[in-house]
């Protein structure tokens, strides 16, 4: 049993379980966010859609101690932290050579087409807006590490999106 939406207080559901990741399960998915209750919820729907190993960070500062000490397939970042929060931690990432490439999942409460271009631009792989389900972001995490994946091509995918919320604004 899981919960229906990640962040969120949502009934219990019995989940189905999605598509196997069967090439990133030697790599953990490293989890940074503050709040302990949203990382070991998040880290349970990575374990139940085929993520057996997951590494936790409660802000960006921990996050990068641990991408320093051993490779990781992803990571999946909250926006706001007190101690570098996720867009700091992201820049970090694409400046690194080594790490330049990294998916990254970029993870905000905050609905808003300027941050979504402010991700974008730092070069998130995709963003997600809390409360999400469990099949978001297994299709978040389904995408990320496709054969086919390039890191533009959420730019080019969230154009009509962001495109499409400031029109539904006006």
Do not use: C
């Not at 939406?5 to 953990?28: C, N, S, W, Y």
């Not at 330049?100 to 609905?111: D, E, K, N, Y």
């Not at 792989?125 to 496709?146: C, F, H, N, W």
């Amino acid at each position: 049993i899981l919960r229906n939406t990640v962040g969120a207080l949502p009934t219990p559901i019995f989940l189905v379980r999605t598509e196997r990741f069967d090439m990133h399960k030697q790599l953990p998915i490293l989890v940074v966010d503050e709040q302990w209750t949203m990382r070991h919820s998040v880290a349970a729907a990575l374990r139940d859609i085929g993520f057996p190993h997951i590494l936790l960070a409660a802000n960006g500062l921990e996050a990068i101690h641990i991408l320093q000490a051993e490779p990781v397939a992803a990571v999946i970042s909250d926006w706001a932290m007190s101690s570098l929060d996720g867009i700091a931690l992201l820049r970090w990432i694409r400046s690194e050579p080594t790490r330049a490439g990294l998916p990254f999942v970029l993870v905000t409460a905050i609905s808003d087409p300027e941050r979504m271009r402010i991700a974008i631009k730092a070069g998130a792989s995709e963003y997600l807006v809390k409360p999400y389900t469990v099949r978001d972001l297994a299709g978040k995490m389904q995408r990320i590490l496709s054969p086919a994946f390039t890191p533009t091509s959420l730019e080019a995918a969230a154009g009509d999106q962001v495109l499409g919320l400031v029109n539904a604004a006006e």
